[in-house]
Nanobody
Framework: QVELVESGGGLAQAGGSLRLSCRASGSAFASYAVGWFRQVPGKEREHVAAINWGGGSTVYINSAKGRFTVSRDNLKNTAYLQMNSLRPEDTAVYYC????????????WGQGTQVTVSS
């Protein structure tokens, strides 16, 4: 079991950058895949990016490709979402989640961090 805490959200201007962090505590972080999600009130949660347990495989939604980079440092028990060229439509609460190796869903979630991009 892991506990996740996001940080790094805040206010940015369009075209700017933010880096979100997701720090894990608990059992072996390296045995979990990590996903980043975002949600706007009244809309469905969107799966923005994910990284496998070793960091060698990543996936992104189309709107994030070329702008966002997901990474992880297993020695620091931390995953990151570097967001560049931010757009107002990136405004949302961002969550990280962890999926245990062999599991089929994300079972562990952070509390979320607000990202607001002004035009």
């Amino acid at each position: 079991q892991v506990e996740l805490v996001e940080s790094g959200g805040g206010l940015a201007q369009a075209g700017g950058s933010l880096r979100l962090s997701c720090r894990a505590s608990g059992s072996a972080f390296a045995s979990y895949a990590v996903g980043w999600f975002r949600q706007v009130p009244g809309k469905e949660r969107e799966h923005v990016a994910a990284i496998n347990w070793g960091g060698g495989s990543t996936v992104y939604i189309n709107s994030a490709k070329g702008r966002f980079t997901v990474s992880r440092d297993n020695l620091k028990n931390t995953a990151y979402l570097q967001m560049n060229s931010l757009r107002p439509e990136d405004t949302a609460v961002y969550y990280c989640a962890a999926m245990k190796l062999g599991a089929v869903q994300y079972d562990y979630w952070g509390q979320g961090t607000q990202v607001t991009v002004s035009s």
